[in-house]
Nanobody
Framework: VQLQASGGGVVQAGDSLRLSCTAP????????LGWFRRSPGQEREFVAA????????RSSDSVKGRFTTSRDNTKNMVYLQMNSLKSEDTAVYYC?????????????????????WGQGTQVTVSS
């Protein structure tokens, strides 16, 4: 499954941004989808994840209450809505896909849980 993330850009602190992810030519309704980010010099960090339907979601403590992930399987799209952005949210954001069973086993938080990745989109938040 080849994923494509888009929607990154340069924004001011306090602004909102919505990232999108799709898998051209593939139906990813059978996969759980996750978002990760990597800041310069840092390891890839879990941001949020959603099960196959989007009815179950998880997010990291650092973004809880500000970021929301959702998906529209009819459009083969998953989204990361980012509100109240902070300078520390500056990073390359990646979407990734995993098999459902991993999500239900609680394995959503490590990059190693995801076999399929997109190329990343840069988000820069200026203060």
């Amino acid at each position: 499954v080849q994923l494509q993330a888009s929607g990154g850009g340069v924004v001011q602190a306090g602004d909102s941004l919505r990232l999108s992810c799709t898998a051209p030519g593939r139906t990813f309704g059978n996969y759980a989808l996750g978002w990760f980010r990597r800041s310069p010099g840092q390891e890839r960090e879990f941001v949020a994840a959603a099960n196959w339907s989007g009815e179950s979601t998880r997010s990291s403590d650092s973004v809880k209450g500000r970021f929301t992930t959702s998906r529209d399987n009819t459009k083969n799209m998953v989204y990361l809505q980012m509100n109240s952005l902070k300078s520390e949210d500056t990073a390359v954001y990646y979407c990734a896909a995993q098999f459902q069973i991993r999500y239900y086993n609680g394995d959503s938080y490590s990059p190693e849980d995801y076999p399929y990745w997109g190329q990343g989109t840069q988000v820069t938040v200026s203060s």
